[in-house]
């Protein structure tokens, strides 16, 4: 029998004939088998620690130091065996609980988490969260945009790179991009934490950190407007608008000698890209070309 097929019979725990057992052990990697195999079993996720193993294969490494280079390599190709074994057993073992859900540009999709909870994903957004103990342990990860509809439980997290939302259950959307972090309460009680700060947000109140400058400020809507395929905006640098447009419409925009700080109040619908650009463009007395994905906007 070849080699491979003798050492994938047996890592498949089938009965080996006695020529076959003798001809697997006397296999130059043999030790390292058994050991691999041994640490398969015995490992159980997510209990391995990577830090208490590293330190055990550093120990190993210098205490073989003294015992030649032959066996010193030896030594470092089966620990190395073992120890990358373990960690991609982990990962793997850990990631099996992990969801992650994202959307392209110019798409919109709805996820339904275990509690029930809805969760409304904006374009090029996207989600993670563990599924196991999910009722315990209530936190999601969010890069972009969401609306939640959050059900009554135990605390609920949204983590973001600028801040995390905690609530018990409520229904609010949260905006995450580049430089802006938003927060609208459109029922119940939210915590914003933003900047090592902590504020509670009740219904009908919105929360702004727009690069860095803090705004807050009153609602009249019940829910956010791009549900309904329409993004609004007020007082908004210019630029935030047009990164917006690019995600909803999946194009580039080519802004020549325009001023992308000036403030925009205003909004636009997400169905028809030509009403779209005389929304955005009209009240700033600009002109539009659309060649293919890209769009020049031009002074008048």
Request: proline fraction near 2%; aromatic fraction near 10%.
């Amino acid at each position: 029998m070849k080699k491979k097929d003798l050492i994938k019979k047996w890592l498949d725990n089938e009965l080996l004939t006695s020529e076959e057992s003798e001809a697997f052990e006397n296999l130059d990697a043999y030790d390292s088998y058994v050991k691999i195999s041994e640490t398969a079993k015995k490992f159980r996720s997510p209990e391995y620690s990577i830090e208490e193993n590293l330190h055990l294969l550093q120990s190993r490494l210098s205490n073989a130091k003294t015992s030649g280079t032959k066996n010193y390599l030896t030594l470092i190709t089966r620990i190395a065996a073992i120890f990358v074994l373990a960690i991609g057993t982990y990962f793997i073992f850990s990631s099996k609980n992990m969801v992650t859900v994202s959307t392209l540009a110019s798409q919109k999709t709805s996820v339904q988490l275990p509690d029930q909870t809805m969760v409304e994903l904006n374009a090029l957004s996207s989600i993670d969260y563990q599924k196991k103990d999910w009722e315990n342990n209530r936190k999601i990860k969010l890069d972009g945009e969401a609306y939640f509809k959050v059900e009554k439980g135990k605390k609920f997290d949204v983590i973001t790179s600028s801040g995390i939302v905690s609530v018990l259950g409520t229904q609010f959307n949260v905006k995450q991009r580049e430089g802006y972090f938003e927060v609208i309460c459109y029922e119940g009680l939210v915590s914003v934490t933003y900047a090592e700060k902590t504020i509670k947000l009740p219904a009908g109140k919105l929360f702004r950190a727009l690069e860095n400058e803090i705004l807050n400020n009153n609602i009249s809507v019940t829910k956010p407007n791009w549900i309904e395929n329409k993004s609004t905006f007020s007082s908004t640098p210019y630029r935030y608008i047009l990164r917006e447009f690019e995600r909803q419409y999946n194009v580039t925009i080519i802004a020549k000698n325009l001023d992308q700080d000036k403030l925009f109040t205003g909004n636009f619908v997400h169905s028809d890209i030509q009403t779209a650009l005389q929304s955005i463009t009209i009240p700033m007395r600009l002109k539009y070309e659309i060649n293919g994905n890209n769009v020049t906007l031009y002074k008048q």
